[in-house]
DNA sequence: GACCAAATATGATTTCAATCATATGTATAT
DNA sequence: ATATACATATGATTGAAATCATATTTGGTC
């Protein structure tokens, strides 16, 4: 769900764009020409160290944006590729500039967008430096981080591999913290 | 060092306060007043589930920002209390709101200040999702996240314990990755 | 220079998540 | 109804970071 802050651009400010697996959506240094925000699919974003070690920035998947920081800079800082079939929305930022200098109520929306993913970035941080994977597992459901009902990628979401994700969860149950109300669907007693 | 960006704003928007360790500095549901820098000292928030438990939103350290949601939001999110003494400045909210109404190069700025945070955070996950205690030692010097010299808090700020990271330095250093030039400083070969 | 607290270093042991291996369940397409 | 790909589940093993325990070094203060 695109963030509702920009649907007070102009119509033609948002384009649809899909990308098939392993195409190149921008690489570092290319001229910017937006933000994007992921429909479906998935994005890697990297960087070169000085040394030619690849740097992972991010990867970004369904319903987030990335490359913010390119609406106040002239070049992509990193490379962006599809890591598999995507489909995205590029947010124009010559559009973007334009309605944050004539609307300051579009300004502001958009730096309380930012705030709250900053919010929801250092929480994660938190989450996946708990090093007990139950007590992990159980603070990423308190924070509705299972998004879909799949377990496998809630558990990539936060640093743990599938099967530890899982014995967590039926610890967790059988713990009576836990309630496991359908396949992948669990809420907290 | 507090971002400049900030500066622009009226003089009387900044004030210095000082709390001592374990104050409070604002309540989850407080009215908010403003964000927060941390000049020295570090500030833990926290907010309660609805069964009771703690959960730990952000310990925020020297120059870093907290409560940026604030600005966008009738009431705080969480309690802030310090962890120990602790030299805060407080940017005022009205001024901020009023700056960024009446000054878009402020408001874009400010922005721009959010999404380089966004950008820090994004990589700071990647980091604390390796599981090789040497490459993300390796990862976080090479992103330049041992500010001071104490090894100590770099291990706490990557989620490693200080032995592990201290034996990972000397891995890397033995290994020819990195070099030791001094006690707590290190440089990517 | 002496003292002290904290940082750093290192050895040994424990812990538990990752990994490997296999089995079962399930949603989807035909 | 059947086939298939993927998710889930579970047992066994491995690996490495955490933890525990000590020792040494170092920066700051007097």
Redesign the interface.
Known sequence: MLPKLFHDLPANALKNINFQKSETIFRQYDETCGLYFVISGKVSLKRH?P?G?E????NAGKNETFA??A??SKEY?CDATAIETTQLVLINKAAV?AQ??SN?IF??N???Q??????I??????I??IQSADERVY?AI?DGMLQGNIIKELAAHI?LSHEATYRSLANLVKRNKLTKFARGKYI??
Do not use: C, T, V, W
């Open positions: 160290s040394n070690d740097i992972i920035i991010h913010e920081a609406l106040f800082h500039l944050m200098a300051p300004a502001m958009l730096s309380a930012f705030a709250r993913q900053i919010q970035y250092r929480r994660r941080l938190e996946q430096a603070a308190g640093g907290i007693k």
